[in-house]
C-alpha cells in the first residue's frame, strides 16, 4: 500500500509538471510556420487595388435620325478604322427628302440663269438706247457747228442756230441721264443677282443637309480602335438619338483602379503606379481621383506611360500599386497575419541559437503593400513568427519550433 501511494503521488507531480509545462510552452514544426526578418530603410509606400483598362478615348455613335437597322456589318470586338462600316439603316423618307430638295435647288439654279439672261437683255437694250442718242448728239453737234459760222454771214437765221444749239444741249442732257441709270442699272442687276445666289445657296444647304443624314444611314466607327458594344439588332426601328455602338481606342488606354476607402486619403495627383496585367507590367500616374464612394472603395484613373503592352486591351481586369510616399529610415516587417496599421499585436519572438520563441508585444505604424512599419517592439536583424496562431495557445509564452 505504501509503494502504491508512493506511484500516485510520483503520477501527480510529472502529470502537474506536463500541464505547467504545457501552459509555458507549446511546439510547432518549423515547416508549418512563417518567419521573417526585421528591416530596416526606405520603403515605398504602396496602396494596392484592383480594377480594368479603358479606353481612354470612347466614342458614343447614335442614331442620327429614325431608321431601320437593314444590315450588321462588324460585330463586337471587330477592330476598326474611322471609316469602318459598322452597320446600315434604311429610311425611304429620307431619300424622297433629298430628291425633293434637289428639284428646288434646279428650280432655283434656273431662275438664277433667266434673272442672269434679263438683266443682260435689259443692259443691250439701254446700251443701245445710249449709242443711239450719242448718234443724235454728234449729229446735233455738227449742225450746231456749221450754223455757228452760217449765222455769222446771214445765211441762217438766229433763231435756227438757237433751235441747234437748244437740241445740243437736251441730247447730252439725256446721255448723262441715261448714263446714270445704266449704272444704277448695273447696282440693282448685281444686288438681284445676289438675292438669287443666295436663293440657290439656301437650297445648297438643304441638299447637304439631306445628303448627309442619308450619309449618316452608313454608320461609321468615326475614330480608330475596337467595337466595344453594339446596342441593337438586325431588323430593329431606331428612333432620333437611340444609341447604335460604343468605339474605343486600342493604343490610348488608362486603368481604373479601386482602392479602399480608408487609403484614398494617402493618394495625391501624380504620384506613380504600377499596372499588373498577370503577364506585364506598366508604369503610369495618378492623373484623376473620383470624388464617390461605392462598397468603401474609391476609384482612381490611372494614366499609363510608353509603348503598351500586347496584352493591354479594353476591359482587361489588372491589378494596381500606387506608390503614394516613400517612409525612410524605418524598421519594418512583412505584415503579420491579422495586422492592421496603427495597432499593436503579440508575436514570437526567435531567440539566438535555440529552437525557442517568446511573446514579444509590437506597435505598428503605416501598412504599405506587404509590409508594415514597426514604431516600438523589435529591432533591425530579429526574426519573428508571424503565422496566425490564433487557433493555438494563446496563453503560453514559449513556443517551441522542432
Known sequence: ???????????????????????????????????????QGNLAQTIEGYGTLSSERQQLITSYSAATVKEIV?????????????LRLENPELEQALQSAEQDLNQAQANLRQLRLNNQRERLNETANLAELN?????????KAAEEKLVEQGIVSQLSYQQ???????????????KQRISHLALVHEESVNIQQERVNQQQGLVDIAQSRLDKLTVRAGIDGVLQRLSVELGQS???????????????????????????????????????????????????IDPIVENNTVEVEIALHGELPASARPQLSVDGTIIADTLENITYIKRPAGSQSNTSATLYLLE???????????????????FIQILSGASAGQQFVISDLSNMSEASDTLVIN
Open 1 to 39: 500500500m505504501k509503494s502504491a501511494g508512493m506511484l500516485i503521488g510520483i503520477a501527480m507531480v510529472v502529470l502537474l509538471g506536463w500541464t505547467f509545462a504545457s501552459n509555458d510552452s507549446f511546439s510547432v514544426a518549423r515547416q508549418n510556420l512563417l518567419i521573417e526578418e526585421v528591416l
Open 74 to 86: 462588324l460585330k463586337p470586338g471587330a477592330q476598326v478604322d474611322k471609316d469602318s462600316v459598322i
Open 164 to 178: 441747234s444749239v437748244l437740241e445740243e444741249k437736251q441730247l447730252k442732257q439725256r446721255i448723262e441721264i441715261l
Open 352 to 370: 539566438e541559437n535555440s529552437n525557442q520563441a517568446t511573446r514579444h508585444t509590437l506597435q505598428f505604424g503605416v501598412q504599405t503593400g506587404q
Open 135 to 143: 448718234a443724235l448728239y454728234e449729229n446735233a453737234a455738227l449742225n
Open 238 to 288: 431606331l428612333s432620333a438619338g437611340q444609341e447604335i455602338a460604343l468605339i474605343g481606342s486600342v493604343s490610348e488606354l488608362i486603368a481604373l483602379i479601386r482602392i479602399p476607402q480608408n487609403q484614398a486619403q494617402l493618394v495625391r495627383i501624380g504620384v506613380p503606379a504600377i499596372i499588373d496585367t498577370r503577364r506585364d507590367e506598366i508604369h503610369g500616374e495618378v492623373r484623376r
